[in-house]
């Protein structure tokens, strides 16, 4: 499986982006999918997370209700819509795939990685 995350950009506090992760391949729906990022100085951390079918979905608690995780499997792609950036969220985002259908928040557990893009949250 290749990933490629796109959507990407620089974006005032309170604005809103829509990331992409489009997938290569026939086995797209065997696959839990998350978004990990990785702000300047920091370890990478777990962002959320979809199911497979897309019926479940995962947050780490300084996203929830903020962003939100999708998938449509006909078109091979996961999206994370972001609301209400804050200069915090600043990151490079990563897409990933992990084989099986529950998503998980540790990093690990995923097979497959995107090249990653870049978010840029002014104040």
């Known amino acids: 499986v290749q990933l490629q995350a796109s959507g990407g950009g620089l974006v005032q506090a309170g604005g809103s982006l829509r990331l992409s992760c489009a997938a290569s391949g026939r086995t797209f729906s065997s696959y839990a999918m998350g978004w990990f990022r990785r702000a300047p100085g920091k370890e990478r951390e777990f962002v959320a997370a979809i199911s497979s079918s897309g019926g479940s979905t995962w947050y780490a608690g300084s996203v929830k209700g903020r962003f939100t995780i999708s998938r449509d499997n006909a078109k091979n792609t996961v999206y994370l819509k972001m609301n209400s950036l804050k200069p915090e969220d600043t990151a490079v985002y990563y897409c990933?795939?992990?084989?099986?259908?529950?998503?998980?928040?540790?990093?690990?557990?995923?097979?497959?990685w995107g090249q990653g893009t870049q978010v840029t949250v002014s104040s």
């Open positions: 990933a795939a992990q084989f099986g259908p529950d998503g998980s928040s540790w990093s690990p557990d995923y097979d497959y």
